[in-house]
């Protein structure tokens, strides 16, 4: 399972190197209004995402396609059913039960901006520091908003020596296609992108204990010079909000 990520907009823009289709920030990250949204979020929330819970209505971006053109916008990490927050945990969906068990909001994707994901404690990000896109479903909650439940695939690399899942990271080549609206969210979809997330999840590495909110992750021995090395002496999982 994963409880909890973050964004740090640390990183260059999106159109400074030849470097930044992947280290750049993720369409419409790199827009004024995309960047401005982001840097009030990260300011509120110290670059963190939490799960959203009854008395904690803290909100995280999530990346949509609305009227063929992506949006940026605010999205409730807890699946809403009928407008509810969903009874059981609905805050990850496994990817082998995308088509069965999660068929409807399946239907309808998102991307979840990140330069790293918790999983027991441990940090894991890509080698330099960049911004991925993880896979999310959603459906919609009250006022307007966005639920969203990140989705999970197998652990592979450094990630399954700490849990057997890990979220969908998907290679950008996939954005467009996962959260083109008129692809259907069916097996062939769930096929391509495990196929196609291979190789970008085995990247995945883990760069230290959990360090407080706000702060900068701790960086394991031998990762890019110059990164943090505060680690958390008492590192503790991210815990679902219970309903």
């Not at 995280?60 to 969903?86: C, F, K, S, T």
Request: hydrophobic fraction near 35%; charge should be neutral; proline fraction near 8%.
């Amino acid at each position: 399972m994963c409880a909890g990520y973050g964004l740090e907009l640390s990183g260059p823009n999106s159109d400074r190197s030849d470097r930044a289709g992947r280290l750049g920030a993720i369409p419409p990250g790199d827009t004024a209004h995309g960047r401005a949204l982001l840097e009030a979020w990260v300011a509120e929330r110290h670059g963190r995402a939490r799960i959203t819970g009854r008395n904690a209505h803290n909100l995280n971006p999530l990346i949509r396609v609305h009227d063929g053109e992506r949006q940026l916008v605010l999205g409730w990490w807890w699946l809403h059913v009928g407008g509810e927050p969903a009874k059981f945990s609905a805050f990850n969906s496994r990817s082998d039960r995308l088509v069965s068990s999660w068929h409807a909001p399946f239907q309808h994707r998102a991307l979840l901006p990140a330069n790293w994901y918790l999983e027991k404690g441990v940090r894991f990000a890509l080698p330099e520091g960049e911004q991925f896109g993880m896979a999310a479903v959603t459906s919609p909650a009250a006022e307007n908003l966005d639920s969203y439940s990140l989705v999970t695939r197998g652990a592979l690399g450094g990630a399954a020596e700490v849990h057997d899942r890990m979220p969908l990271v998907l290679p950008r080549e996939l954005h467009d296609e996962w959260l083109d609206p008129a692809r259907a969210g069916d097996a062939e979809l769930v096929r391509a992108v495990i196929a196609r997330s291979e190789e970008i999840s085995r990247e995945l590495r883990p760069i230290g204990p959990d360090s407080a909110p706000g702060s900068a992750p701790g960086r394991a021995p031998g990762s890019a010079p110059g990164s943090s090395t505060t680690r958390s002496s008492r590192p503790t999982d991210e815990q679902p909000t219970l309903f």
